[in-house]
């Protein structure tokens, strides 16, 4: 199908109503995945996946009480914490990721908001992977505008910060930040001129009308997200939604391909918990739409596939990692050495 730009534009909507969005959600599962399909081929390669790695630079000992975290301080998970690690090591682990096919490094602080100082050294390390040709995203808790900038003009180019989930199943998760402080702090790295990344986690213990509500909030954003990190829990053992009820894998994929619909043009990524998918999981999940992962052996604290187990996932149904900035793919076969990424949320 041949697509203008102006076509593609017109299906670009930040004005979704809640009714519209549940509808997409419940409607049969195969006229829902036609229809996020049909909708992702016309924005992106159907067969080109992104790929980013995640480094923890400081974990654990945070301060804040999201129930699913074994980062935080609050909950006994046998977590080692470590303070900021040192720049050296950072551009070390952004070396191996780009070897291995990363196009962009993801660095995760376990901070409420970051200090100056710890600031100062986490712009040198954007500006150091920055030169290695990578794309560079941080997350780092709450930031004020003047934070944002900073970031911003030491070379960032993304900033993660989810919702988690909707506004009213919130404070069942979090107790220390408001929704309110989260949509602040997307609101200023937007102003800064920074990309957004931004999603929510699924199998809490809430209900579907929380899954389209947070979907609705993405998606009426003043600017959809660049890029939406769809995690499924990964119950830790020590934190309070240990033992939550599993969700229905369907869910999973109803929920991405109502991304897809919804943000046509974001890349919507398929991030924790796919240690427990299957790769007939995951490739439904890109066939609904999704086209980013999370590549490495860890995603911050939680496991994640093996590399080996990942290669396979892309060698099945020949997919390949999309180059930088949406061009041609790195090698299909990904070499074996990928970066060790460790710890954050
Ligand atoms: S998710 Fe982030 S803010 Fe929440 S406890 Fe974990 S590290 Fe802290």
């Not at 995945?33 to 081929?41: G, N, P, S």
């Not at 900038?149 to 107790?175: P, R």
């Not at 391909?257 to 398929?270: D, Q």
Request: net charge negative.
């Amino acid at each position: 199908m041949t697509t203008t730009a102006q076509d593609r534009h017109s299906l670009i909507r930040t004005d979704w109503t809640e009714t519209e969005v549940r509808e997409l959600y419940q409607q049969p599962f195969n006229d829902l995945l036609f229809e996020a399909h049909q909708i992702h081929r016309r924005f992106f390669p159907p067969n080109q996946i992104q790929v980013s790695t995640l480094c923890s630079i400081k974990t654990g000992t945070c301060p804040e009480d999201c129930a699913y975290c074994p980062q935080s301080v609050r909950y006994n998970t046998g977590l080692e914490s470590e303070d900021l690690v040192s720049i050296e090591e950072v551009v070390q682990q952004a070396r191996a990721a780009r070897a291995a096919g990363a196009t962009r490094f993801c660095m995760g602080a376990a901070y409420r908001s970051p200090k100056q100082k710890q600031l100062d050294v986490i712009k040198e390390m954007v500006r150091k992977v920055s030169d290695l040709g990578l794309e560079t995203c941080a997350t780092l808790g709450m930031l004020t505008s003047e934070q944002a900038q900073q970031l911003k003009s030491a070379g960032l180019d993304y900033y993660n910060h989810n919702l988690d989930t909707s506004e009213n199943f919130y404070k069942e998760i979090i107790t220390t930040r408001t929704y309110r402080d989260r949509l602040d702090t997307l609101g200023y790295v937007r102003e800064a001129g920074l990309k957004v990344c931004c999603g929510g986690i699924i199998g809490m213990g809430e209900e579907q009308a929380d899954r389209v509500r947070l979907l609705q909030t993405l998606a009426t954003l003043p600017e959809h997200p660049e890029s939406v990190p769809v995690n499924q829990l990964v119950q830790v053992p020590g934190t309070p939604l240990h033992g939550s009820e599993p969700v229905d894998p369907l869910e999973l994929i109803r929920t991405i391909a109502v991304a897809r619909i919804l943000m046509p043009a974001s890349h919507v990524r398929l991030s924790a918990g796919r240690s427990e998918m299957s790769d007939e999981t995951q490739a439904l999940a890109f066939f609904a739409g999704a086209n980013s992962i999370f590549y490495g052996e860890r995603l911050l604290t939680t496991d994640n596939p093996e590399q080996e187990r990942d290669r396979r996932l892309f060698r099945r149904p020949g997919l390949r990692p999309e180059g930088p900035e949406g061009g041609k793919g790195a090698p299909a076969d990904p070499p074996a050495d990928v970066a060790r990424s460790h710890a954050s949320p």
